[in-house]
């Protein structure tokens, strides 16, 4: 199917292990980005990429890593999860960086 | 400092009135963009309208259209006729020239029937 998808949708993990999420876009977008959500906060973003092997930092980039070596995935890293974590995590991808961000339908994810 | 601020964090407006909702953003940078977006109770993020910087007039989608003040720095999103189907989370969001984009904290708007 085209459009924008993320994996897993939820996700519960302990403090200290190591999260990979998942972010395929099929329209060949050349910039793709991440984004947690949580109340009060709205939307602060992660990482971002402008095409595959480039990549860089938002505005909360801590603790997280990420990698870009095909167009079409973008996955998020985890290394060492801490429950200041938890959170809606967001992928969106655009064509270019003034058009339309399309959004996947997040993934929530629980640290315990 | 904020770079995006939406002061009011709820509204509630009767059905098949005209809503405006609030966005003011903080910027020196000449060349930037403007994003409004909604999310419904479902959690998906839908954009619904872009304006540059540069633009001379106002963007529309639809019902959508935003009330571009550069001078003022507000970038405010009027919805034409409310529906029950535009109750929602509604985010502005900035990008500037180094490509980050930053959003505001959202308005929840509520439509009453």
């Known amino acids: 199917d085209a459009g924008i998808t993320q994996s897993p949708r939820y996700k519960i993990t302990e403090t200290g292990r190591q999260v990979t999420l998942m972010c395929h876009q099929t329209?060949?977008?050349?910039?793709m980005f991440w984004y947690r959500q949580d109340l009060g906060h709205g939307l602060r973003l992660i990482y971002y990429?402008?095409?595959?092997?480039?990549?860089d930092k938002g505005e909360v980039p801590d603790g997280y890593v990420v990698s870009r070596s095909k167009t079409e995935n973008f996955p998020l890293t985890l290394e060492s999860a801490t429950r200041s974590q938890t959170s809606v995590y967001f992928c969106?991808?655009?064509?270019?960086?003034?058009?339309?961000?399309?959004f996947g339908p997040g993934t929530r994810l629980t640290v315990l | 400092a904020q770079k995006i601020t939406q002061t009011q964090p709820g509204m509630f407006v009767q059905e098949k009135e005209a809503v405006t909702l609030d966005c003011t953003y903080d910027?020196?940078?000449?060349?930037?963009?403007l994003f409004w977006y909604k999310q419904p109770s479902s959690g998906e993020m839908i954009f619904l309208i872009y304006?540059?910087?540069?633009?001379?007039q106002n963007a529309t989608e639809g019902r959508y259209s935003l009330n571009f003040q550069k001078a003022r720095k507000s970038a405010n999103l009027v919805i034409s006729a409310s529906q029950l189907g535009d109750s929602a989370m509604y985010f502005c969001?900035?990008?500037?020239?180094?490509?980050?984009?930053?959003f505001g904290k959202g308005t929840r708007l509520h439509i009453l029937p």
């Open positions: 329209w060949s977008h050349s910039y």
């Open positions: 969106a991808s655009s064509e270019f960086i003034s058009l339309t961000q399309y």
């Open positions: 969001a900035m990008r500037e020239s180094d490509d980050k984009i930053i």
């Open positions: 910027t020196s940078d000449p060349s930037y963009g």
């Open positions: 304006q540059g910087s540069y633009d001379q």
């Open positions: 990429s402008a095409a595959a092997d480039i990549t």
